[in-house]
């Protein structure tokens, strides 16, 4: 566990502001697994719309002995033309797989799935696809758009075709704390969209 200071990117959301902190339910290696599966959730079903991925991963921070704290980020590149309605899924996609594996492992209660809820993923979501021009709302639909009710439909479907694969990432996530987009593109099989460019 690491002991130092935690990856900055890992504790604050798109706007910098502290992200909310959740008293965990689950035992250390249980949550690990949890957050991992919730990363890979916004990694896989990000590759599958045809971003480009450059890493995902989960940090571990014991701020003191006995006490610890989990956090992750999943960085992808997001240019002009990309599916906006697939950027604001793979946001939804985070929850939905840290909820399933919650039940796919027999770890599901109401109040634990309720910890898995990611309101900074849906307002980062909402903020970025105003900045494109898109109208994504929460508790209705928009004119011209979507409710976050609908982008989460459409996650929910995704992390289902997909669930073998987000599997496979949130446990190599796991061991590995950090993954590269082309890692995970070769253990998924899904293409890592390249650059225009080359850079990150």
């Known amino acids: 566990m690491n002991t130092t200071a935690p990856n900055p990117e890992t504790l604050v959301d798109h706007k910098g502001n ?14 690990r697994l949890g957050n991992s599966f919730h990363e890979a959730g916004h990694a ?12 995902s991963e989960i940090d571990v921070f014991e701020p003191e002995p006995g006490r610890w704290d989990l956090g992750g980020v999943t960085q992808l590149a997001l240019k002009n033309g990309d ?6 899924a793979q946001a939804a996609a985070g929850a939905l797989a840290e909820v399933r594996y919650l039940m796919a492992y027999g770890l599901w209660t109401p109040e634990r799935a309720a910890v898995c809820a990611a309101v900074h993923d849906r307002e980062h979501a909402i903020d970025v696809l105003t900045e494109y021009g898109a109208r994504l709302a929460c508790g209705h639909v928009p004119a011209g758009g979507k409710s976050w009710a609908q982008v989460r439909g459409m996650a929910m479907r995704k992390v289902g075709h997909l669930w073998r694969e987000i599997r496979t990432v949130a446990h190599a996530i796991n061991e590995n704390t950090k993954l590269t987009g082309e890692q995970i593109a070769a253990m998924t099989g899904l293409t890592n969209t390249p650059l225009l460019g080359g850079a990150a």
Do not use: D, R
């Open 83 to 88: 599916p906006l309605w697939g950027f604001a």
């Open 44 to 55: 896989v079903l990000a590759m599958s719309y045809g971003f480009h991925v450059v890493s």
């Open 18 to 31: 502290p992200l909310p902190t959740t008293k965990a339910l689950l035992g250390y290696e249980e949550t």
